[in-house]
């Protein structure tokens, strides 16, 4: 593909943080179903019929508010403006290596390995560490509205002192290999299809040939967001099962794995490995939507800005 004009890392800081802002505030609700949904072991008790997603949602609201559907948010707020800091950096950063160094083009393939680094990137960063106290949060069943149900973790900063407190600073990184590998297959995919269908878009609309309309950036996010969650599910599912749960003395990382996995066929079937994929690709669909819709355009705005593209507002007549 020909080269992207280039950015600056404080474009990609203000535009990722952004994106990523909105991107929370307006999908939340359905990670915190997913996660629910992947901690459920309703299907274990016989006679006991397992609740769907929208069951699984309306159950939260009324138990616990509707502020139930929000736990969690306070950690990935904190993540977001890194996260898609580093992702959209480091992106930018593996893309250009890639590069042929003669046309300066990137490949198909080199696309989809600067997706792959830059999703294990943010994952080792920023993503293993939110995510361990997002689970935690959203695990708790207290009511929201109810000031004298005191929870274990009462917020993210909380919820991240208790967590190294009581098991250690690794418990923060706990499933750190499997949410690489989640964040790398998922920015690959991401990553390549959108790259690819957008360039089509702009050989079949050539007088949309500098620039595409927001709502065709939001639709190629909306498709490139919902193949991700569809190729590794069952990995995201095993992460969650470890990092909801407290570390068993002597159990290592790959005997963790497989204890779960094993617990998970046995116990709930093969299809467990699926629990939560509707909100997951519900969540994560949109949300790149969004990512996507908004970035493209705060990039645009924040590129007029000089002091943002490391121009100084000084002229030489000044």
Same mark, same amino acid.
């Given at each position: ?19 990523? =802002? ?69 992106? +930018? ?13 990137? $490949? %198909?393939?080199?696309?989809? =390995? ?7 990137? +943010? ?17 708790? &069943?207290? %009511? ?27 418990? =923060? ?33 050539? &007088?949309? &040939? ?20 569809? %190729?590794?599910? @069952? ?16 159990? $290592?990382?790959?005997?963790?794995? $497989? ?26 669909? @949109? ?11 705060? $990039? ?5 800005? @000089?002091?943002?593209?490391? &121009? ?7």
């Amino acid at each position: 593909m020909p080269p992207k004009r280039k950015t600056t890392p404080a474009v990609n800081l203000i535009a990722g943080g952004t994106a990523g =802002l909105c991107e929370a505030l307006c999908c939340h609700p359905l990670d915190t179903i997913k996660v629910r949904m992947q901690l459920s072991t309703r299907s274990r008790a016989e006679g006991v019929r397992k609740l769907g997603f929208f069951a699984t949602g309306v159950n939260i609201a009324r138990r616990e508010s509707i502020f139930g559907l929000y736990k969690g948010l306070g950690a990935v707020i904190t993540g977001i403006v890194p996260k898609m800091a580093i992702r959209f950096s480091s992106f +930018e950063f593996f893309k250009t290596a890639l590069a042929d160094k003669t046309t300066h083009n990137t $490949s %198909s393939t080199g696309i989809f =390995l600067a997706g792959l680094a830059a999703g294990t990137t +943010e994952a080792v960063l920023v993503v293993n560490p939110t995510d361990v106290i997002k689970i935690r949060l959203q695990a708790q &069943h207290h %009511s929201m509205a109810d000031p004298l149900d005191v929870p274990k973790y009462r917020n993210a900063a909380h919820a991240a002192f208790t967590i190294v407190r009581e098991e250690g600073l690794s418990t =923060l990184y706990r499933g750190v290999v499997l949410t690489a590998l989640r964040q790398a297959t998922n920015q690959a995919v991401n990553f390549s299809a959108y790259t690819e269908i957008k360039a089509y878009l702009k050989t079949v609309q050539p &007088h949309y &040939h500098d620039e595409l309309p927001s709502y065709q950036h939001m639709v190629i996010g909306l498709i490139s967001g919902a193949l991700g969650p569809l %190729s590794n599910a @069952p990995i995201d599912t095993i992460k969650t099962r470890m990092q909801k749960e407290t570390a068993i003395e002597g159990e $290592s990382a790959i005997a963790r794995v $497989s204890r779960i996995s094993r617990n998970l066929v046995q116990r709930e079937g093969f299809s467990a490995f699926y629990k939560g994929i509707t909100p997951r690709v519900m969540r994560v669909a @949109p949300g790149q939507a969004v990512t996507f819709a908004v970035y493209e355009q705060a $990039s645009k705005f924040l590129e007029q800005i @000089p002091l943002l593209n490391g &121009h100084s507002v000084l002229t030489a007549e000044d």
